[in-house]
C-alpha cells in the first residue's frame, strides 16, 4: 500500500530533464503539484503511524481481546462448535501477557475470536438452508407455480445443472407451455370421440377426474389394466375405453408437436402436479418390478458408444459442450431433469417424458424405444423413483 503512497519516481535522465522525450512515451502521471501533495500525504500518515507504533498494544487492550474471545467461544459452543482450536488459541494468547507480548496476546485472541464467529456463521448458514428446504418441503403436496418451485430448488441446493441458464429462468414465466396446458384444460373437459365423453371419468390413480398430484404419483398399478402405466400410456387407454377412439385415430396416434391432442392433454394434467413431490407408489409388486428393470436398463452398458444412461448422469457438474448435464443421484436437479412436458426452447415444442427417453436412447445410438412399451415405462418408473420427494417443476421449460 505505502508503494503507491510514495511519490512516482523519475524512471530515467531524460525523464528528469525532459529533454529527449519520445513523442511516444507517456507522459509522467506526477504533475508537480500532484507530486506535493503525494509527498505531504505520506509526511501526514507516517504522523499519524508513529504515536500508534509508540503506544503498541497496552495490557488492556490485550485482555479485552481475551475477554472477547472467551465470550465467542462460549456462544460458538451454545451453537455446537465444540471442536475448535480456538481453546488452545486463547491458552496461548494468555501465555504471553505474563512476558508481556501484548501485541502478539492480542492477535492470539483475535484469531480466536474470529475462527470462532466464522464456525457460527457456517452453522446460521446451514440451519437457514435447513429451513428453508424444510418450508419448501412442507409446502409440496400443493400446487406451486413452476417457477417458484425452481427457484425453491435453487435457494437451497447448489447446483450448475439448476442455474445454467439465466435466459431460461427469466422466461420461465411466460413458458408457451402454459398456452399447451390451457388447450389441454378445454380438451379434456369436451365430450369427445364416438362415445361423445369427457376425460372427466378417467382415473389417473386418485380417483376418476382427480388431476392434482396424480401425475407426481405415475406411473403406478392400475387394477382395471393389471398394468403399471405411465402418463401417456394411461391417457391411450381412456382415449381408446372411455371415449372410444381408435389407437389410430390421430387423436391418439399423433403423439408429438404442440399441436398435437396428447401434448396439450399431458401438458394440462402434468400442470396439476406443479410442486407437488413426486411420490410414485412401490405397494404392488409390479411397482417394484418396473422400477427395478429401470434401474438395471439405466447402468447397461450397450451399443456401438457402449454407453449407458449413468455414464452421462451419475456425476456432478458434467458437460456436453455448454450443457450442464443433471445427476440422477442429487434429486433436488433430477426434479427438473424429468419434469416433463417441458418446452425445449431449441425444438420449439412442447416435448413429453416418451419424448426425451427416446432422444436419450437415440443419443447413446441404441435402438429407439416404443412408446408404452415396458421397457420405457420401467424406465420413466425408475428416473421419477429417484427424484422422489423432490418437487416437479410442471411444464418445465428446457433448452
Ligand atoms: C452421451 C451422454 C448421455 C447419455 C448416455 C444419456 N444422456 Fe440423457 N441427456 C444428455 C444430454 C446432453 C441431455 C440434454 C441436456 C440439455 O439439453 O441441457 C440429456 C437430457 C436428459 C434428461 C432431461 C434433462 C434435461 O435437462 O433436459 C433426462 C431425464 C435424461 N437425459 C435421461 C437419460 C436416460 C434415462 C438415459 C439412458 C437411457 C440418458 N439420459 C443417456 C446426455 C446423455
Not at 443433471?326 to 426434479?335: D, Q, S
Request: proline share 6%.
Amino acid at each position: 500500500m505505502l508503494r503507491t503512497l510514495l511519490p512516482r519516481l523519475p524512471q530515467s535522465l531524460s525523464e528528469v530533464s525532459g529533454k529527449t522525450r519520445n513523442r511516444h512515451q507517456p507522459l509522467p502521471l506526477a504533475s508537480g503539484t500532484g507530486r506535493r501533495f503525494g509527498r505531504s500525504a505520506l509526511i501526514a500518515l507516517l504522523v499519524a503511524l508513529i504515536p500508534l507504533s509508540v503506544w503498541a498494544t497496552t495490557r488492556e487492550q490485550a485482555e479485552s481481546a481475551i475477554a472477547e474471545a472467551k465470550q465467542t467461544r462460549e456462544e460458538a459452543i451454545a451453537m455446537g462448535v465444540t471442536e475448535s482450536p480456538t481453546d488452545e488459541m486463547i491458552e496461548q494468547a494468555e501465555s504471553v501477557l505474563p512476558s508481556r507480548q501484548y501485541t502478539r496476546a492480542l492477535q492470539y485472541a483475535e484469531w480466536a475470536r474470529r475462527q470462532d464467529a466464522l464456525a457460527m456463521e457456517l452453522i446460521a448458514k446451514q440451519e437457514a438452508r435447513k429451513a428453508s428446504g424444510e418450508a419448501a418441503k412442507a409446502a409440496v403436496g400443493t400446487y406451486q407455480e413452476p417457477l417458484d418451485v425452481l427457484q425453491g430448488l435453487i435457494d437451497r441446493t447448489e447446483s450448475g445443472y439448476l442455474t445454467q441458464s439465466d435466459q431460461n429462468l427469466m422466461m420461465m414465466a411466460d413458458n408457451p407451455a402454459q398456452w399447451t396446458a390451457m388447450d389441454g384444460e378445454t380438451l379434456f373437459e369436451e365430450a369427445r370421440g364416438p362415445n361423445n365423453v369427457s376425460l372427466e371419468e378417467c382415473d389417473f390413480g386418485k380417483g376418476p377426474g382427480v388431476l392434482e398430484g396424480a401425475y407426481a404419483e405415475l406411473p403406478r398399478y392400475f387394477e382395471d389394466t393389471g398394468k403399471v402405466m405411465d402418463l401417456e400410456t394411461r391417457l391411450v387407454h381412456c382415449m381408446v375405453t372411455l371415449q372410444g377412439f381408435s389407437p389410430d385415430d390421430p387423436e391418439v396416434a399423433k403423439r408429438h408437436g404442440n399441436g398435437s391432442d396428447h401434448m396439450k392433454l399431458q401438458t394440462y394434467i402434468a400442470s396439476k402436479s406443479s410442486g407437488f413431490a413426486w411420490n410414485p407408489p412401490m405397494d404392488h409388486p409390479l411397482e417394484k418390478a418396473m422400477r427395478d428393470a429401470g434401474e438395471v436398463m439405466f447402468y447397461r452398458r450397450a451399443g456401438k458408444a457402449d454407453f449407458a444412461c449413468s455414464t452421462c448422469h451419475s456425476e456432478t457438474g458434467k458437460r456436453i459442450r455448454a450443457s450442464v448435464l443433471p445427476n440422477k443421484n442429487v434429486p433436488e436437479e433430477w426434479t427438473k431433469a424429468v419434469s416433463w412436458p417441458a418446452f425445449r426452447v431449441g425444438h420449439d415444442q412442447v416435448r413429453s417424458s416418451q419424448h426425451r427417453l427416446r432422444g436419450c436412447y437415440w443419443q447413446m445410438r441404441q435402438a429407439g424405444t416404443v412408446a408404452g412399451s415396458d421397457g420405457s415405462i420401467a424406465m420413466l418408473s425408475y428416473w421419477t423413483d429417484a427424484a422422489r420427494g423432490q418437487p416437479a417443476i410442471l411444464p418445465d421449460m428446457k433448452r
